[in-house]
């Protein structure tokens, strides 16, 4: 019942550094610590932790197996210096208990990540989160060694997303029993974590900012006061910026004014430049964090937005290509193919594809920042009309969400008669200036 620790020492560098630790939890949250990195490493010895995150339920206790195994593949192909922590494999006696499985693996962890944090080299650890028993854990060992410790927001947090994807209406007497049985239920798990892996273990789910970080970094002063009115420290919380605020103001001034490397680029993605581009950010909606719909449904889907596209946009003038989302495996839109829609990997860069793009479509992604950014025609849809989709319009300065598909199809004529308005507004409160240099500050 150990968890597998390695540490691949792939960079070597001659200078000893100290080394700084940075812990995402899926594929999307590397891809921007990796970003990160790269504006880090002149003065620290970058190293990644990726744990194999389990999915604990009522019938189930799961490794996500798909997105830990493809971070170790991209730290491994990227040369990057990182530790892994992996579950264990479940015990077959307890298969119907997934909190037991939980419990007998819970200690083993805390060993482990005690073990990780050995080095001494280590001076700083940033991660997506510090509450938790997984990040909880880390943060926890990491403060008893001496660690600076930092979170770093990495996403748009905001109200309704903690609610579920479903909302559902429930009566006010049936939310008092399951908050009574919740309470209990948690105070004996709390006790049972105690005594396997430590007095101070806690399996507290909280927003990011809120437990045993020294320091949180935000994205804007939306989110700063977002933070602050569910009881995160304001004298512990910092405007930074989000990353990619400079990314992509950079990428689009040297595409701007650089003619051969904007060839270069377009070529390297793929795109017709003598066609229109219209690409399509897919969100998904058939994962364990939003399920409203199975894969066949998830497909079906994207067939209907594309068949209203080209109700407007024929194929001869226009391009259709779809970015799949972090989470997704671009397999599932395989039969796309056939329809003349590209199809973009996770690892694809967003502000590179968008950069080329002469529409843009997506829900509530984080990736909206940057069609925004760039002054791009920009269609954000909610067909699936979910409040948490909804509750998002105003951290991205956005008119509307379109909930009605006649209405899109009105929406996609003007835009192929070179008249549709604009679906945003650029809100001066969303877009933080110097965003590098306020994170790369903020970390020291």
């Known amino acids: 019942m150990r968890y597998c620790i390695m540490a691949f020492m792939n960079v070597t560098s001659p200078v000893r550094k100290p080394r700084i630790v940075l812990v995402p939890h899926y594929t999307g949250s590397l891809r921007y610590y990796e970003k990160l990195g790269e504006y880090l490493k002149e003065h620290y010895d970058v190293s990644f932790l990726l744990i194999q995150l389990p999915r604990l339920g009522r019938k189930s206790y799961t490794a996500s197996h798909y997105n830990f195994d493809e971070m170790v593949s991209r730290c491994t192909e990227k040369g990057l210096t990182f530790y892994t922590i992996r579950q264990p494999a479940p015990l077959p006696l307890l298969a119907r208990f997934p909190f037991i499985q939980f419990l007998a693996s819970a200690r083993t962890y805390a060993r482990d990540v005690s073990n990780v944090l050995s080095d001494t080299r280590i001076r700083k650890l940033i991660a997506i989160n510090d509450a938790g028993f997984y990040f909880g854990t880390i943060f926890g060992e990491a403060k008893k060694r001496g660690i600076k410790t930092y979170v770093l927001q990495w996403d748009v947090t905001y109200d309704v997303q903690a609610n579920g994807a479903s909302m559902k209406s429930i009566s006010a007497w049936r939310r008092s029993v399951h908050a009574v049985r919740k309470n209990i239920e948690n105070s004996i798990k709390a006790l049972m974590l105690k005594f396997v892996a ?54 689009k001034q040297r595409l701007d004014t650089d003619v051969s490397v904007r060839a270069d680029v377009a070529h390297r993605l793929g795109i017709n430049v003598s066609k229109n581009n219209i690409v399509i950010f897919s969100s998904a909606y058939n994962s364990n964090v939003v399920h409203v719909l199975d894969d066949a449904g998830q497909l079906a889907f994207y067939e209907e937005i594309i068949e209203m596209i080209r109700e407007s946009c024929p194929a001869e003038h226009y391009a259709i290509s779809i970015k799949i989302h972090p989470i997704e495996n671009a397999t ?45 025609k920009a269609l954000f849809v909610n067909f699936v009309k979910l409040p948490l989709i909804e509750a998002s319009r105003e951290y991205f300065g956005i008119k509307k969400y379109i909930t009605d598909k006649d209405e899109f199809r009105a929406l996609i004529k003007a835009y192929a008669g070179g008249h549709l308005e604009s679906q945003y507004d650029s809100d001066t409160r969303i877009f933080t200036k110097d965003s590098l240099k306020r994170i790369v500050e903020w970390i020291g």
Not at 218 to 232: E, H, K, P, R, W
Not at 334 to 356: C, H, M, S, T, W
Request: net charge neutral; proline share 3%; glycine share 6%.
């Open 198 to 251: 430590g007095r101070n273990a806690r399996n507290v789910k909280s927003v990011p900012g809120s437990n045993l970080s020294d320091k949180f970094g935000v994205i804007n002063q939306q989110a700063f006061d977002y933070f602050s009115s569910l009881g995160v420290q304001q004298e512990k919380m910092t405007v930074v910026g989000y990353l990619d605020f400079h990314v992509t103001t950079v990428l």
């Open 332 to 376: 599932l839109y395989e039969p796309l193919k056939q329809r003349g829609v590209k199809i973009y990997d996770k690892f694809i860069d967003n502000a590179e594809l968008i950069y080329f793009s002469d529409l843009y479509i997506a829900d509530s992604t984080t990736v909206n920042f940057v069609p925004v950014l760039m002054n791009k």
